[in-house]
Structure formats: C-alpha cells, structure tokens
C-alpha cells in the first residue's frame, strides 16, 4: 500500500543546535501532518500543511518549529534552535484528503537532544 | 479539550484466548469519528477501523469496536487472538472544530499475545 517515508530514523543533535526531519509523503497527498510523541506518551498533534501553507498548529508548534514543502519535495519540520524538551519520535502523515480516513504514517524519527 | 483514555498500557494474553482493549473519550462535538491504529514493531500506525455511528459494530482484519456515545467508548475487541496481534493499539478521535481534521490519540496499548 502507500508509504510515507521518514529520514532518518534516528537522530542525534546537541541542544541549540538546529535539525530537519525530512519526510517523502505519498506521492498523489495533498495534505500534510507532524505529530509529536514522548517517550511513554500519546502522539500529539503539531501541524498540518497544505498548498504551500500552515493550515492548523498546535501550542507544541514552537516558534522555534517550521514546515515547508518546497518544489514538492520532502515535507520537513526544521526545529532551531533545539531543547533538550525536543527530545521525541516525530511522526509524519500524508492524506489525500483533508480527512482522517485517508491518513497515512510514516514510521516516525526519534529525535535525541543532548 | 477533546480527550481519549486508553487504562491499560500493557496486555499480554494468551494465543487463542479473547481480547478487549479498553478506550473511553471525552469530546464536546457531535461530528466525531473514531479509530482503532495498530502498530507493528518499527513500522508505521496502520488503520486497523473507524466508526462515526453510535451502536454499528465495525470489523475488520478479525478485530470489531463498537461506538457506545451513552459510556463514550469505543472498544476493541477480537474473539481468538494469534501471535500476528502483537503489537501497539492506539484509540484515536477526529473532530472538526475549525474544518482541519486531527487526530486526538490515545497513550496506546500493548498487546503481547504469548503462545
């Protein structure tokens, strides 16, 4: 079925640094998602994108968080600077539609803010 | 705001044996969906159902739910688990306050299913 993809798996960074999470959606999507999820915790709601802009955002998407999707690429969620509260798996989601039905994950990024 | 319960974070029964894995909400819409995602080790949340109808049971791959709006649950349950069940079960809603649909997840489920 539909993938979407996650690069990198994992990642590792020192806090203040700044880090990308790249993700491929499913090729035909036309909206896209960023949840966040701690260790031990629920996934969490950051962001939602379409046609070039920031449709809803969550009081997790700091100001130090940004998405874009240029040219059609990778869909990516730039934290900068980074905090050591940043540490998480970061799950991206393609649909579609604008519809939870048609919602497709990507296998999430662990994030590791020393 | 919006919120899902899931009680039991760790399950472990066993193969052959019935299963129901707990899930209880709170939302103030009407207009609301609900989700059953299943999570294989490194992989990534699958549906596994949905349901936005009050008392239609929903079934898929073996497992069914539920929606009961009068306990606000949503239940899953299957009648003879395998070992393939193994996995992380997340109980999720959808509502559409401001038109930009999100999924409200649950902590998840761990379902063991032991030989």
């Known amino acids: 079925g539909p993938k979407v993809l996650q690069i990198p798996s994992h990642q590792i960074i020192d806090m203040g640094q700044m880090v990308t999470l790249n993700c491929d959606p499913v090729?035909?999507?036309?909206?896209f998602y960023w949840y966040k999820q701690i260790l031990g915790q629920q996934m969490e709601f950051l962001v939602n994108?379409?046609?070039?802009?920031?449709?809803?955002k969550s009081k997790l998407f700091k100001d130090q968080f940004s998405v874009e999707r240029p040219d059609g690429s990778y869909f990516t969620l730039k934290i900068q600077p980074t905090a050591l509260e940043d540490s998480a798996v970061y799950f991206c989601a393609s649909s579609f539609r604008e519809s939870a039905e048609t919602l497709y994950f990507g296998s999430g990024t662990r994030l590791t803010v020393l | 705001g919006d919120s899902v319960t899931q009680t039991e974070g760790l399950v472990t029964v066993t193969e052959g044996l019935p299963v129901m894995l707990n899930c209880t909400y709170q939302t103030a819409y009407s207009d609301v969906a609900f989700f059953w995602y299943v999570q294989y080790l490194n992989e990534a949340p699958k549906l596994l159902l949905r349901?936005?109808?009050?008392?239609k049971r929903t079934e898929h791959q073996g497992f069914h739910a539920t929606l009961h709006k009068s306990s606000s649950s949503f239940h899953l349950q299957k009648s003879s688990v395998q070992l393939s069940d193994s996995a992380l079960y997340y109980c999720?809603?959808?509502?559409?306050?401001?038109?930009?649909?999100?999924?409200?997840f649950g902590s998840g489920t761990q379902l063991t299913v032991m030989p």
């Open positions: 999720a809603l959808s509502d559409d306050p401001s038109g930009s649909w999100q999924l409200i």
């Open positions: 994108f379409y046609n070039g802009k920031v449709m809803e």
């Open positions: 090729s035909n999507h036309l909206y």
């Open positions: 349901s936005s109808t009050d008392n």
